[in-house]
C-alpha cells in the first residue's frame, strides 16, 4: 500500500522559514516525480514543484522559484520542501504526490498523494 505521510507544517511568521517532508513508503518510485502542491479553502489545488526520485534538477512554479527549494534523501525515502521568506500568499494546506510522468505538473499526473499538511504564515 502505497503512502505518503507530509509533516512539518504549523504557523509562522512572514519572513520565516519551514521545512516540510514528504515520507513515501509502499512502492519503488525509482522514475516518478514527488510533487508538491497546496491548496486554499475554495480553490484549486496549485502545483508549487516536484523533484524526479532518482535525479536531476527540480523544477518550481513561478509563484515559488528562488523561495523554496526541493530535496529528496533517497536513504530515507522522503523528500523535503524548505520554504523560505514566507508570506500569506503561502499559507495553505500542502500536499507531497507521486506521478509516474517526469514532468508532470498538474494534478491529474500524480496517482498518489499524502492527507496534507497546514501552513499558515501570519502577517
Known amino acids: 500500500q502505497v503512502q505518503l505521510v507530509e509533516t512539518g507544517g504549523g504557523l509562522v511568521q512572514a519572513g520565516g522559514s519551514l521545512r516540510l517532508s514528504c515520507a513515501a513508503s509502499?512502492?519503488?518510485?525509482?522514475?516518478?516525480?514527488l510533487g508538491w502542491f497546496r491548496q486554499v479553502p475554495g480553490k484549486e489545488r496549485e502545483f508549487v514543484g516536484r523533484?524526479?526520485?532518482?535525479?536531476?534538477?527540480?523544477y518550481y512554479a513561478d509563484a515559488v522559484k528562488s523561495r523554496f527549494t526541493i530535496s529528496r534523501d533517497n536513504d530515507k525515502n522522503t523528500v523535503y520542501l524548505q520554504m523560505n521568506s514566507l508570506n500569506a500568499e503561502d499559507t495553505a494546506v500542502y500536499y507531497c504526490?507521486?506521478?509516474?510522468?517526469?514532468?508532470?505538473?498538474?494534478?491529474?499526473?500524480?496517482?498518489?498523494w499524502g492527507q496534507g499538511t497546514q501552513v499558515t504564515v501570519s502577517s
Open positions: 509502499g512502492r519503488t518510485f525509482s522514475g516518478y516525480s
Open positions: 504526490a507521486a506521478s509516474p510522468w517526469r514532468t508532470g505538473s498538474f494534478v491529474r499526473d500524480y496517482l498518489y
Open positions: 523533484v524526479v526520485w532518482g535525479g536531476g534538477n527540480a
